[in-house]
């Protein structure tokens, strides 16, 4: 895969993960040397922070991918709570020490410090100096500055990556149930009509198998030409009419520019399929669809009207069924948020659905799409 900037074309670049963590800790190396710098000279604050940084990787790995992975996220809260303050009074002693072996001797020798608090509190014992607890306190303010900032980045990622993952499997369940429910009724279809040893029977297996195709090989992505999709929703209700016949009145009218405009796969069959399967197979008397699809500025508008055969007695709207358009609300939900308006309205003769939803138009199209408009089919 490649992304073209002009005319010239340039490979992804992939950064490996350890490259990308060098990179990251030398960025904030670099900012806390610059922002400790303002009280001493920039030479000595990189070779401070040379000292101390080791102490801030060991910190926050320990936390980032041990402590945090293996007791919070697993629910092992007590002992969480437990190991936490231990790691951060390490981690804290071990910045102290450093900073009393080798940061504080430096300054007081090379900058001449006459501070006698100061020196009072960094002479004497090992363990008189790193048990200060003025010192201890700003080591603990300061480690823990620089380790919350970061782990919040790390955090906040995590957690994206979580969401993102989480989201991308819902889709994929979602879409993954129009499939059967698809095949379930079509197949239904099928067995209507072989049962009556129809001619028709071969033509109907031929059309569900161009369907099935589309969707199996051709609806793994996020997004496919509107075209097509609305040349296989025209294939689908040619299906339905072989199997209706002249029982139903069926309308078909599509208009506006289809061309360079991507769509979420699968997206408009449910609504189709809602109204056959809802509208059409329950009513003896004269049934009617009606589908009308407009394009105009980048919007997709879709109409779709059944004549409704009302509930049955005991009824309501949630047993009556409509798991497709349950499904393919969800997907619009995350697919579109706020990019789309869907309406559903259920009236006594007349079941309505109007969707609204805003198309990604392909500026700059590289591929011709397989079906163009004048060829479409209409129904």
């Known amino acids: 895969m490649k992304n073209s900037v002009g005319s010239f074309a340039l490979p ?21 040397t610059t922002v400790y710098s303002v009280q001493i000279d920039f030479v000595t604050s990189l070779r401070n922070n040379a000292f101390y940084m080791p102490v801030q990787f060991a910190y926050y790995y320990t936390l980032a991918y041990w402590l945090i992975p293996r007791f919070l996220f697993t629910g092992r809260y007590l002992l969480f709570a437990l190991l936490l ?7 804290v002693l071990l910045s102290r020490t450093v900073g009393v072996l080798f940061v504080i001797p430096y300054l007081i020798e090379h900058f001449h410090i006459t501070d006698q608090d100061y020196l009072k ?5 090992f363990l008189y100096k790193l048990l200060q607890s003025v010192y201890l306190v700003n080591t603990l303010k300061g480690t ?23 989201l991308e499997a819902e889709l994929t369940a979602l879409k993954g149930q129009v499939h059967p429910h698809f095949l379930f009724n079509t197949l239904n279809n ?7 040893q129809s001619p028709r029977s071969p033509q109907l297996i031929l059309g569900l198998s161009d369907i099935l195709r589309y969707m199996l090989y051709e609806c793994n992505t996020d997004e496919v030409p509107l075209e097509k999709e609305i040349f296989m929703m ?23 520019d289809l061309q360079h405009k991507l769509v979420a796969p699968l997206m408009i069959l ?8 809802h509208g059409a197979s329950k009513q003896t008397g004269d049934s009617w669809i ?40 969800k997907r619009l939900d995350l697919l579109y948020p706020g990019a789309y308006n869907l309406k559903i309205m259920d009236e006594e003769d007349t079941f309505l659905v109007v969707l609204a939803l805003k198309l990604k138009v392909l500026a700059h199209p590289a591929v011709a799409v397989q079906q163009p408009v004048s060829q479409l089919a209409t129904a």
């Open 12 to 32: 992804d670049i992939k950064i490996p993960r350890v490259v990308q963590h060098v990179i990251f800790w030398l960025i904030v190396s670099l900012a806390l």
């Open 85 to 91: 303050p231990v790691i951060v009074a390490i981690f």
């Open 121 to 125: 509190h960094n002479q004497g014992p």
């Open 144 to 166: 823990n500055l620089v380790i919350g900032f970061v782990l919040a980045i790390k955090l906040f990622k995590m957690w994206n990556e979580r969401k993102r993952a989480a």
């Open 190 to 196: 099928l067995y209507a009509l072989s049962l009556n």
């Open 234 to 256: 025209q294939q689908y209700v040619k299906l339905e009419k072989l199997r209706y016949e002249d029982r139903i009145d069926i309308s078909f009218n599509i208009s506006g």
């Open 270 to 277: 449910p609504f189709i399929e809602n109204a056959f399967k």
């Open 290 to 329: 009606h589908i009308d699809i407009n394009v105009r500025d980048g919007f997709f508008k879709l109409k779709v009207a059944n004549s409704n055969p009302g509930k049955d007695a005991g009824q309501n709207s949630s047993e009556a069924g409509h798991i497709g358009l349950k499904n393919v609300t």
